[in-house]
């Protein structure tokens, strides 16, 4: 929790967010992640100052569970003073104990936002969906939350100005808002309406613009000029073998290429049709299709498809 102190911007953790995305749909199937098409509601998790304290965090923690689809699961909520914003004790359940930051004592309405990142702890647990390490675990969960419909409260419990700041979660700004914009994307649902921090639209905006440029890069038929260029570029150097394969100078664009890999006789010598490797703009999975013009693909992970020029 950032509080009153410096606020990271940009995309440090981009590449992560995108593996957590497509852990996601691994994990949980196309079919679940469509369950999720209805974000968490705003009257549902609003808290004002003449609520009942423990009465309201409970009732927004049910609110949570009931999103996340936990029916055996019951939350039990209190605040203590602490550096983080929130904790949750992880164990074999049906109850599971969250500490909330005593500064969420008089600053309730950021409660859900809490909320909604500590039962993602216990969702995952339950789907024993983890990443090695503290640090790429909680950008999962707040992947997770942000593309499951309660992430938009995260990035809205953001304000900064010149004499303050707050900020929840482990993602930058930017990156809560590309993740709630690929799930703007996907579900057509605009969670700039629900927004109360001006600063949190504007990353929502900053992180739709980067997610609107995953669907137009190379060699997916929405790409510019530019891109297409460079391309095919790259295209000729694969095929004639004068930088050999990966000539793209993958982690600078996002496609590679490489031989089929098999001979007429059916065996394999490296030097078959050459095949172009992209990631998919939606779920992330790597998609290998044949360079020969115009193809479509359909990712097998999250069904999209794609209009391609390879």
Same mark, same amino acid.
């Given at each position: 929790?950032?509080?009153?102190?410096?606020?990271?911007?940009?995309?440090?953790?981009?590449?992560?967010?995108?593996?957590?995305?497509?852990?996601? /749909?691994?994990?949980?199937? *196309?079919?679940?992640?469509?369950?999720?098409?209805?974000?968490?509601?705003?009257? @549902?998790?609003?808290?004002?100052?003449?609520?009942?304290?423990?009465?309201?965090?409970?009732?927004?923690?049910?609110?949570?569970?009931?999103?996340?689809?936990?029916?055996?699961?019951?939350?039990?909520?209190?605040?203590?003073?602490?550096?983080?914003?929130?904790?949750?004790?992880?164990? &074999?359940?049906?109850? /599971?104990?969250?500490?909330?930051?005593?500064?969420?004592?008089?600053?309730?309405?950021?409660?859900? &936002?809490?909320?909604?990142?500590?039962?993602?702890?216990?969702?995952?647990?339950?789907?024993?969906? +983890?990443?090695?390490?503290?640090?790429?675990?909680?950008?999962?969960?707040?992947?997770?939350?942000?593309?499951?419909?309660?992430?938009?409260?995260?990035?809205?419990?953001?304000?900064?100005?010149? @004499? +303050?700041?707050?900020?929840?979660? /482990?993602?930058?700004?930017?990156?809560?808002? *590309?993740?709630?914009?690929?799930?703007?994307?996907?579900? @057509?649902?605009? %969670?700039?309406?629900?927004?109360?921090?001006?600063?949190? *639209? !504007?990353? /929502?905006?900053?992180?739709?613009?980067?997610?609107?440029?995953?669907?137009?890069? %190379?060699?997916?038929?929405?790409?510019?000029?530019?891109?297409?260029?460079?391309?095919?570029? @790259?295209?000729?150097?694969?095929?004639?073998?004068?930088?050999?394969?990966? +000539? +793209?100078?993958?982690?600078?664009?996002?496609?590679?290429?490489? %031989?089929?890999?098999?001979? &007429?006789?059916?065996?394999?010598?490296?030097?078959?049709?050459?095949?172009?490797?992209?990631?998919? %703009? !939606?779920?992330?999975?790597?998609?290998?299709?044949?360079?020969?013009?115009?193809?479509?693909?359909?990712?097998?992970?999250?069904?999209?498809?794609?209009?391609?020029? !390879?």
């Amino acid at each position: 929790m950032a509080n009153d102190g410096p606020v990271e911007h940009g995309y440090p953790h981009l590449e992560t967010v995108r593996a957590a995305i497509n852990a996601l /749909y691994k994990r949980l199937s *196309y079919d679940t992640v469509q369950t999720f098409a209805t974000s968490v509601a705003p009257v @549902d998790v609003a808290f004002c100052d003449t609520d009942d304290l423990h009465l309201g965090a409970q009732r927004v923690a049910r609110e949570m569970v009931r999103h996340y689809r936990l029916p055996d699961a019951r939350m039990i909520v209190g605040f203590r003073e602490m550096t983080h914003a929130a904790n949750v004790e992880l164990a &074999a359940g049906p109850e /599971y104990f969250i500490e909330l930051n005593d500064r969420f004592r008089t600053h309730r309405r950021d409660i859900g &936002a809490a909320l909604a990142h500590e039962v993602m702890h216990v969702y995952l647990h339950r789907l024993d969906l +983890s990443f090695p390490g503290t640090r790429d675990n909680e950008i999962l969960t707040d992947t997770a939350a942000a593309y499951l419909g309660a992430g938009w409260l995260l990035l809205d419990a953001y304000r900064e100005d010149a @004499d +303050s700041s707050q900020k929840l979660g /482990y993602l930058t700004p930017e990156e809560f808002g *590309y993740v709630l914009a690929k799930r703007a994307l996907l579900f @057509d649902e605009d %969670p700039g309406i629900w927004f109360t921090s001006p600063q949190a *639209y !504007t990353a /929502y905006a900053a992180g739709m613009e980067l997610a609107r440029r995953d669907s137009r890069q %190379p060699p997916l038929t929405a790409a510019g000029w530019a891109g297409r260029r460079r391309y095919a570029r @790259d295209r000729r150097h694969a095929q004639d073998r004068q930088h050999g394969p990966g +000539s +793209s100078q993958p982690g600078v664009v996002p496609y590679s290429f490489t %031989p089929d890999g098999s001979d &007429a006789s059916g065996g394999s010598d490296g030097h078959g049709p050459l095949r172009v490797s992209f990631p998919c %703009p !939606t779920c992330h999975q790597r998609i290998r299709v044949p360079v020969r013009g115009r193809v479509r693909a359909r990712c097998g992970v999250c069904r999209t498809v794609l209009e391609c020029d !390879t």
